[in-house]
């Protein structure tokens, strides 16, 4: 499977963005896919996963309530919905998927860059 990420920019804090991430591939709709970041002098940190089915969502504590990440398995996309932006999400996203079945993310997109003016 390769992965193709899309939908970051420039946005204000308090704004919104739709991030997604295109996948190839038959297989898409069985694994558990995630986004992470990785902002500028800090190491890449999970954000938000969710299983094949879509039945099941994480997030990390610093987004809950704001960001939704949900998927379509008949387009092979998975999107992150980003609201209330604030200048700490600043960083650039990557999508990636469970291939192994291990919560590994073995295959990872190129990112795309969000940048939150405050």
């Known amino acids: 499977v390769q992965l193709q990420a899309s939908g970051g920019g420039l946005v204000q804090a308090g704004g919104s963005l739709r991030l997604s991430c295109a996948a190839s591939g038959r297989t898409f709709g069985s694994y558990r896919m995630a986004w992470f970041r990785q902002a500028p002098g800090k190491e890449r940190e999970f954000v938000s996963s969710?299983?094949?089915?879509?039945?099941?969502?994480y997030y990390t504590d610093s987004v809950k309530g704001r960001f939704t990440i949900s998927r379509d398995n008949a387009n092979n996309t998975v999107y992150l919905q980003m609201t209330s932006l604030k200048f700490e999400d600043t960083a650039v996203y990557y999508c990636a998927a469970d291939v192994r079945g291990d919560n590994s993310y073995a295959v990872w997109g190129q990112g795309t860059q969000v940048t939150v003016s405050s």
């Open positions: 969710i299983t094949w089915s879509g039945r099941n969502t």
